[in-house]
């Protein structure tokens, strides 16, 4: 497992990249920006992290020029601002998880265990429902290509059928454990499906079960 770590402040980068390698994780470091950028579309790495506020290039930045060039790959943001504000334009940027600063790397080590983990399990199966297709091997909602949570969601969704899936089922299946405080950015990741759902035309719809969960129409 090779991560690419793209962060700033030296002794932290040092720490972490240390850490990390004590968890047999490689970790290839770019202190700022423009590093960062030519790095992370190398694809040479199986995820990303990401802190924000970087010289030369941001944080978001890097994430919306890696996505233009549908490169689908797991990005944790990092942020010392643990706004929510700079937590969703993470995640409306493409960015499969968010940790805020400071973080113990037990936590960063865990999140991206989580997120390599997921596509390891996929199959070669086709999803549908009503105008939906959802192919799992490529993580892709109609040939479009969703994040590794998009995709998660989007399935769950999809297998049970127009039944009501539990937001608490979604959560622990989706986050696992690191759900704990999630419950409120869950509905983010549904209006960014609802808007790849409809800029695909398609019919079929995410419905919110206020209190209770999500289902398609
Ligand atoms: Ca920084």
Request: hydrophobic share 40%; with cysteine; proline share 2%.
């Amino acid at each position: 497992m090779r991560i690419l770590y793209v962060e700033d402040e030296k002794y932290l980068a040092d720490a972490v990249k240390h850490n990390l390698e004590k968890q047999g994780i490689d970790v290839d470091h770019a202190a700022d920006g423009e590093d960062g950028l030519n790095k992370a579309v190398s694809g040479a790495y199986d995820c990303i992290v990401l802190d924000i506020m970087l010289p030369k290039l941001s944080g978001i930045e890097i994430l919306e020029r890696v996505r233009e060039r549908k490169i689908n790959i797991p990005v944790i943001m990092l942020s010392a601002l643990s706004e929510v504000e700079d937590k969703v334009r993470g995640l409306d940027s493409g960015a499969d998880d968010y940790l805020a600063k400071p973080f113990k790397t037990v936590e960063l080590v865990a999140r991206i265990k989580a997120l390599l983990r997921r596509p390891a399990a996929v199959t070669d199966e086709v999803y549908r429902y009503g105008d939906l297709e959802y192919d799992a091997s490529q993580k892709t909602l109609n040939g479009e290509t969703l994040t590794a949570k998009e995709a998660g969601i989007i399935e769950e969704l999809i297998k049970a059928d127009g039944k009501l899936v539990a937001k608490e089922y979604l959560l622990s299946k989706i986050w696992g454990e690191e759900a704990f405080g999630e419950e409120n950015y869950i509905e983010v990741y549904m209006s960014r499906l609802r808007k790849v759902m409809k800029n695909l035309g398609i019919k079929t719809q995410i419905k919110t079960m206020r209190g209770l969960g999500y289902k398609l129409v």
